[in-house]
C-alpha cells in the first residue's frame, strides 16, 4: 500500500504544495513539490474566497497527485476541505488529525490507536464517496500504525518546504 | 468622463510548475532529472567534470590536468532529501534505519551524541566510535537540525571515515576535500551535506586561503573531531585551523580513544574547542578541569562491552600516502623492476619453465616494492611508523596488550623495534621471528603472557602465525599484507581463534597507490576462495595467478601481448 501526504503551506503569502508518497514503512518511495507561488494582492482579491479552492485543490493537489509517476493506494491529507477532491481522482482520500475526546462522532469518521502507546490516537475522516470503505481502510492504517507514525511524514514535507526557503533567502 | 480601459485579463493564471525529487526506482541515488535547470533556484546542481574544473582553473597560474575528476555539486532538492526520510526509531527493526544492527551500548552513545552539543566521546579503540558518529549526525541531517556537517580526521583514516559514510549514513552526500590546492579552492564553495578532511590539508588551507574557510565557517552546523587528540596543543597552526573553521558551529564533537584526564594543557585545549565560550581565567587544578569535561564527556572500555562485541570483528583497514622519500624509492624500483621483467618476458618466452622463472621474479620485485612502502631506505621514519606508535601510545595508556605482525625482519621487526625504543621505554615489547632460536622464541612468548608490562608482540607473519596462543592481546595490527592475501585471512583467522576469550580488533597497514592497495582489493575479491582453502597452505600459494602478479605491476598488457 503506498500512502500520499498531500500538503501545502502557506508562510507571508508564499504558497507551496508538496506530495510525498511513502511505503507502508513509511519510506519514502516520490517526492515532488510546486515551485513557489507569491500571488499578487490583486490576484487574492479577485479570487476572494474561491482561491483556496482553485490553488490548494485544483492546482497544488490535482495536479501534484497526478504529477506522481508511482501509483497510490490513499490521500492522506490534514485539511478537510482537501477531501472534496476525491471526485477529481481515482483513490480515497482522509482527513487525518489527533483524536479529540470532544469531538462530536460521525459515520464518516474512524477512531485508531497505537496498541503500544507510542503515538497518540487518531482520527480517519474519509469522504462521503468512500464512506463504506472506512473500516476497511481504517483497519489497514491502523497496522501500519502498530509501528509508524503517520502523521509524521508531514513534518517532513514541512522540514522540506521550509529548508527549500532557508536556502531560497540566503 | 474618462474611460479605463484594460488590455489584458487582469484574473491571472495560477501557474505553478511541478518537478520530481527521485523516483522509487532507485530513492537513495541522485536521479539525473534532478540536475535540470529549475528556473526558481539560484543553485541548481551541476557536474564539475574535468574539463569543468580546467575551464574554472584558466584564470589560475598553475594548470593543472584532472580529467578523471568529477563533483556533483548538490541543487538544493539533494540536499533536502535527508529530511524526507522516516525518523530514525531505535525500536522499529533495524533493518530499516541501519547498515547492521547496532549494539545497546553504541546505541547509549548515539543518543549521548544527539543530545549533548559540545560532547567528547572517549570510548576505547575499536568500540565503533565511527560508526556511533555517523549515525548520531546520520540522525540530525533526518530531523533537520543540521545540514552542513564537517569532519576533520588524520590522513590515513579519510578512506575508513569514507567507508563508513557510505555504508552508515547512504542519504547523506559526503565530498572529501583531498586534491590539490586549485582544486580545494573550488571544493570548499561545493555544496554537501558533509565535508571531509584531514588535519594536515585543514591547516593547508588555514594558511593558505583563509577567506575561503571563513566563508564556508557561516553557515556550518556540525564539526566532529577524529583522533581530537591532534589538537591537543592549542599553540599549533592546526589546532588554531580547527577551532577557526568550527567557530560558528552547533554542534561539537571530539572523538578520541585516549583519556588526555593526566594532562591538563591537553584537556583544556580540547575543552577550548568543544566549548568557545570558555575562558581559562587563571590557574585551574586537575580536578577542576576534569569536572568541566566530566558533564560531556562519554568514556567505555573495551572490556566493560565485551559481552556485546561479535566474536569476529571485520579488520580495519588504514591507508596512508607514501612520504616524498618513500614515493621517490618507489617510483625509480617500480619502473626498473617493470623493465626487468619485461626483458625476462622477451628472454624467457616460449619455455618450459617460463611461468615459474616470471612468477618467482615478480615475487622477488613486489617484496621489494613491499618493503619500501614500510619505510624508505635508510630510515626509520614512515607514515606507517608515525600512526603505529600513536596506536601503541592509546594502547599502553589503556594497559593492553598488542601484536604487530609485519612479514619483514630489516624493513619490519628492525625498524618498529627501533621506533618503540626510542618512543616508549625498550623493555615493553618482545620480538619473534624466524632467525631467533627455539628457546628465545620461547621466551618471547612466555615474557608476552606472564609479565604485564610486555605490551608489544612484534613478529613475522611466517613464524608467530602458527601454533601460537596470545589471548592475553585483543589488538592486532598487520603493518604489511602480504603478497598473496590467502596469508593474511590465514593469520587474521588464527588471531581470531587464539584470540576467543578477546575479542580481537585488527587493523591492516596500507599504502595508497601502491602495490598494497592492489593486494587489498585482490584481498576482498578472493576472500571466499581463500576461505575455503585456508587451511591448505599448499594450495594458497597458487591463490595468486601468474597474470594477477603481473597486474600487481601493472604490466597486464604485456602478458597478454605474450599469450
Known amino acids: 500500500m503506498k500512502l500520499a501526504y498531500l500538503y501545502y503551506l502557506n508562510k507571508d503569502d508564499n504558497y507551496r504544495g508538496g506530495v510525498l508518497l511513502t511505503d507502508e514503512k513509511t519510506k519514502p518511495v516520490e517526492f515532488r513539490i510546486t515551485s513557489k507561488v507569491k500571488l499578487e494582492e490583486l490576484q487574492k482579491i479577485l479570487y476572494g474566497s474561491s482561491l483556496k479552492e482553485v490553488l490548494f485543490k485544483e492546482k497544488f493537489g490535482i495536479e501534484l497527485l497526478s504529477a506522481l509517476s508511482e501509483n497510490y493506494d490513499i490521500v492522506l491529507t490534514q485539511d478537510k476541505e482537501i477531501l472534496s477532491i476525491r471526485q477529481y481522482i481515482g483513490a480515497p482520500v482522509i482527513f487525518i488529525r489527533k483524536f479529540d475526546p470532544f469531538m462530536p462522532k460521525d459515520r464518516l469518521s474512524h477512531k485508531v490507536v497505537n496498541i503500544h502507546e507510542k503515538f497518540e490516537p487518531l482520527i480517519f475522516t474519509i469522504s462521503k464517496e468512500d464512506e463504506n470503505k472506512l473500516i476497511f481502510i481504517s483497519k489497514k492504517l491502523n497496522e501500519i500504525y502498530k509501528n509508524f507514525d503517520l502523521l509524521e511524514p508531514f513534518k517532513r514535507v514541512e522540514k522540506a518546504m521550509e529548508y527549500l526557503k532557508y536556502y531560497e533567502g540566503k | 468622463?474618462?474611460?479605463?480601459?484594460?488590455?489584458?485579463?487582469?484574473?491571472?493564471?495560477?501557474?505553478?510548475?511541478?518537478?520530481?525529487?527521485?523516483?522509487?526506482?532507485?530513492?537513495?541515488?541522485?536521479?539525473?532529472?534532478?540536475?535540470?535547470?529549475?528556473?526558481?533556484?539560484?543553485?541548481?546542481?551541476?557536474?564539475?567534470?574535468?574539463?569543468?574544473?580546467?575551464?574554472?582553473?584558466?584564470?589560475?597560474?598553475?594548470?593543472?590536468?584532472?580529467?578523471?575528476?568529477?563533483?556533483?555539486?548538490?541543487?538544493?532538492?539533494?540536499?533536502?532529501?535527508?529530511?524526507?526520510?522516516?525518523?530514525?526509531?531505535?525500536?522499529?527493526?533495524?533493518?530499516?534505519?541501519?547498515?547492521?544492527?547496532?549494539?545497546?551500548?553504541?546505541?547509549?552513545?548515539?543518543?549521548?551524541?544527539?543530545?549533548?552539543?559540545?560532547?567528547?566521546?572517549?570510548?576505547?579503540?575499536?568500540?565503533?566510535?565511527?560508526?556511533?558518529?555517523?549515525?548520531?549526525?546520520?540522525?540530525?541531517?533526518?530531523?533537520?537540525?543540521?545540514?552542513?556537517?564537517?569532519?576533520?580526521?588524520?590522513?590515513?583514516?579519510?578512506?575508513?571515515?569514507?567507508?563508513?559514510?557510505?555504508?552508515?549514513?547512504?542519504?547523506?552526500?559526503?565530498?572529501?576535500?583531498?586534491?590539490?590546492?586549485?582544486?580545494?579552492?573550488?571544493?570548499?564553495?561545493?555544496?554537501?551535506?558533509?565535508?571531509?578532511?584531514?588535519?594536515?590539508?585543514?591547516?593547508?588551507?588555514?594558511?593558505?586561503?583563509?577567506?575561503?574557510?571563513?566563508?564556508?565557517?557561516?553557515?556550518?552546523?556540525?564539526?566532529?573531531?577524529?583522533?581530537?587528540?591532534?589538537?591537543?596543543n592549542p599553540d599549533t597552526i592546526k589546532s588554531k585551523a580547527v577551532k577557526f573553521i568550527s567557530e560558528n558551529s552547533k554542534y561539537r564533537w571530539a572523538l578520541s580513544g585516549t583519556p588526555l584526564q593526566n594532562n591538563l594543557k591537553e584537556l583544556l585545549s580540547l575543552y577550548e574547542f568543544l566549548n568557545p565560550e570558555f575562558k581559562s581565567e587563571g590557574i585551574i587544578s586537575q580536578d577542576e578541569a576534569k569536572q568541566l569535561i566530566q558533564p560531556i564527556m562519554l568514556r567505555r572500555l573495551k572490556k566493560d562491552v565485551l559481552p556485546e562485541l561479535p566474536d569476529k570483528l571485520p579488520p580495519e583497514i588504514e591507508k596512508f600516502d607514501l612520504n616524498p622519500q618513500q614515493k621517490d624509492e618507489y617510483e625509480k624500483v617500480l619502473y626498473s623492476e617493470k623493465e626487468r621483467i619485461e626483458y625476462l618476458i622477451d628472454k624467457h618466452k616460449g619455455e618450459k619453465n617460463y611461468k615459474f622463472i616470471l612468477r618467482q621474479n615478480i615475487i622477488y620485485s613486489i617484496q621489494k616494492l613491499r618493503q619500501i612502502c614500510n619505510f624508505p631506505k635508510n630510515s626509520i621514519e614512515s607514515p606507517k611508523a608515525d600512526r603505529l606508535m600513536e596506536m601503541l601510545s592509546e594502547l599502553i595508556e589503556n594497559k593492553e596488550k598488542v601484536v604487530i605482525f609485519t612479514n619483514f625482519l630489516k624493513e619490519g621487526i628492525e625498524k618498529i623495534a627501533k621506533n618503540i625504543k626510542h618512543r616508549f621505554?625498550?623493555?615493553?615489547?618482545?620480538?619473534?621471528?624466524?632467525?631467533?632460536?627455539?628457546?628465545?622464541?620461547?621466551?618471547?612468548?612466555?615474557?608476552?603472557?606472564?609479565?604485564?608490562?610486555?605490551?608489544?608482540?612484534?613478529?613475522?607473519?611466517?613464524?608467530?602465525?602458527?601454533?601460537?596462543?596470545?589471548?592475553?592481546?585483543?589488538?592486532?595490527?598487520?603493518?604489511?599484507?602480504?603478497?598473496?592475501?590467502?596469508?593474511?585471512?590465514?593469520?587474521?583467522?588464527?588471531?581470531?581463534?587464539?584470540?576467543?576469550?578477546?575479542?580481537?580488533n585488527i587493523y591492516n597497514y596500507v599504502m595508497n597507490d601502491t602495490i598494497e592497495e592492489l593486494v587489498i582489493k585482490k584481498l576482498n575479491e578472493k576472500r571466499i576462495m581463500i576461505e575455503n582453502v585456508i587451511d591448505d597452505i599448499e594450495q594458497t600459494e597458487e591463490v595468486v595467478s601468474l597474470d594477477e602478479l603481473f597486474e600487481f605491476l601493472n604490466i597486464k598488457k604485456r602478458v597478454e601481448q605474450n599469450g
Not at chain 2, 533556484?41 to 575528476?69: A, H, P, V
Not at chain 2, 615489547?429 to 612468548?445: E, L, R
Open chain 2, 425 to 504: 621505554d625498550g623493555n615493553i615489547f618482545v620480538t619473534y621471528h624466524g632467525k631467533m632460536n627455539h628457546s628465545q622464541k620461547k621466551m618471547a612468548i612466555e615474557s608476552f603472557k606472564n609479565d604485564k608490562n610486555k605490551y608489544i608482540f612484534l613478529g613475522t607473519i611466517t613464524s608467530a602465525g602458527e601454533g601460537l596462543t596470545l589471548t592475553e592481546a585483543s589488538y592486532a595490527v598487520f603493518f604489511d599484507l602480504h603478497w598473496n592475501p590467502a596469508k593474511i585471512w590465514q593469520a587474521e583467522d588464527r588471531i581470531h581463534r587464539i584470540g576467543q576469550k578477546n575479542k580481537v
Open chain 2, 1 to 232: 468622463m474618462k474611460e479605463i480601459i484594460s488590455e489584458q485579463n487582469l484574473v491571472k493564471p495560477l501557474d505553478i510548475e511541478i518537478f520530481q525529487l527521485f523516483s522509487s526506482e532507485n530513492i537513495f541515488e541522485i536521479s539525473e532529472n534532478l540536475i535540470k535547470p529549475l528556473p526558481d533556484f539560484d543553485k541548481i546542481g551541476k557536474i564539475y567534470s574535468g574539463k569543468n574544473i580546467e575551464e574554472l582553473l584558466k584564470n589560475d597560474s598553475k594548470k593543472t590536468k584532472k580529467e578523471k575528476l568529477k563533483y556533483k555539486n548538490l541543487s538544493l532538492l539533494d540536499l533536502l532529501k535527508p529530511i524526507l526520510m522516516p525518523q530514525i526509531d531505535f525500536d522499529i527493526p533495524s533493518d530499516l534505519a541501519f547498515y547492521k544492527p547496532l549494539f545497546n551500548y553504541q546505541i547509549q552513545g548515539i543518543k549521548f551524541l544527539i543530545t549533548n552539543k559540545s560532547a567528547l566521546l572517549a570510548d576505547q579503540m575499536g568500540t565503533g566510535k565511527t560508526v556511533m558518529s555517523t549515525t548520531a549526525m546520520r540522525i540530525l541531517f533526518i530531523k533537520g537540525k543540521i545540514k552542513k556537517a564537517l569532519i576533520v580526521v588524520p590522513s590515513n583514516l579519510i578512506s575508513v571515515w569514507e567507508e563508513h559514510l557510505n555504508k552508515w549514513a547512504p542519504e547523506i552526500q559526503s565530498l572529501t576535500i583531498n586534491e590539490e590546492p586549485d582544486i580545494r579552492n573550488i571544493m570548499w564553495d561545493l555544496n554537501s551535506h558533509v565535508y571531509l578532511i584531514s588535519y594536515d590539508t585543514l591547516k593547508s588551507d588555514y594558511k593558505r586561503k583563509e577567506n575561503l574557510l571563513k566563508k564556508f565557517r557561516e553557515d556550518i552546523d556540525l564539526v566532529i573531531l577524529d583522533e581530537a587528540h591532534n589538537i591537543k
